[in-house]
């Protein structure tokens, strides 16, 4: 079974609903980040959470809420999805506990169309 | 954040070595230098850091210049498998909370390897 599962995995959606993208881990990592990924592109950092308490933004928050919902749940949701919005969306996890060169384990992504 | 700089693409035959450079001339003294790929169709995954000195593992081995403005990802022998995006990274160490951990991905290079 993967450490890092990501659901949906395709999801198309109209401009104006909500929708919440979710990412589990079952690698009892405290620290879960949300990543976009544009055609073409590198990733850009959405949120992060270094526990359950414990929420950031990143660069590219704007238009983005995320929940940890326990140590092994990080959600993302779109409140009113817009077309710009369309991308492919990554979930990460990392161990704190394994100081600056603590390595990152994504998910498989989830890819998001917003007409 | 200091910036990397990678060739767009490179070419590799199967069994055959694969040297992908990375230009980091403004890197700070505490970046770490982390390496991912990103194989097509799946998230990115860890493949190397170093700090200052060549860092070999089972995947890849690392060897950093001695003014560490410049690294290289050695494949050293690619297969099939080895095709993919790879993104060579600076994360800083200090502030490590405030800059979120993040991994600032650029462009990559796209390796090709030819049976």
């Known amino acids: 079974d993967a450490d890092v599962t990501q659901t949906p995995r395709n999801r198309i959606t109209k401009t104006g609903k909500r929708i919440m993208l979710e990412c589990s881990q079952t690698?009892?990592?405290?620290?879960m980040y949300w990543y976009r990924q544009d055609p073409g592109l590198g990733l850009r950092l959405i949120y992060y959470?270094?526990?359950?308490?414990?929420?950031n933004k990143g660069e590219i928050s704007d238009g983005y809420s995320v929940s940890r919902q326990a140590q092994a749940k990080f959600s993302l949701s779109l409140e009113s999805a817009i077309p710009n919005q369309t991308a492919l969306y990554f979930c990460?996890?990392?161990?704190?506990?394994?100081?600056?060169?603590?390595?990152?384990?994504f998910g498989p992504g989830t890819r998001l169309t917003v007409l | 954040d200091a910036k990397t700089t990678q060739p767009n693409s490179m070419e590799s035959n199967e069994e055959e070595p694969v040297h992908l450079p990375c230009n980091h001339s403004?890197?700070?003294?505490?970046?770490?230098i982390h390496w991912y790929r990103q194989l097509p169709s799946q998230g990115p995954e860890y493949v190397i850091h170093?700090?200052?000195s060549n860092v070999n593992n089972r995947m890849a081995s690392l060897a950093i210049a001695e003014d560490r403005k410049s690294s290289t990802l050695i494949l050293h022998r690619a297969t099939l498998r080895d095709a993919a995006v790879y993104y060579c990274?600076?994360?800083?160490?200090?502030?490590?909370?405030?800059?979120?951990?993040?991994?600032?991905f650029g462009g990559g290079t796209r390796v090709l390897v030819k049976p």
């Open positions: 990274i600076l994360r800083p160490v200090l502030g490590e909370k405030a800059a979120g951990n993040k991994l600032t």
């Open positions: 959470s270094f526990d359950v308490k414990d929420i």
């Open positions: 690698k009892g990592h405290d620290r």
């Open positions: 403004t890197i700070s003294g505490t970046d770490y």
């Open positions: 990460a996890t990392s161990d704190g506990q394994r100081g600056p060169g603590n390595e990152q384990f």
């Open positions: 170093g700090l200052t």
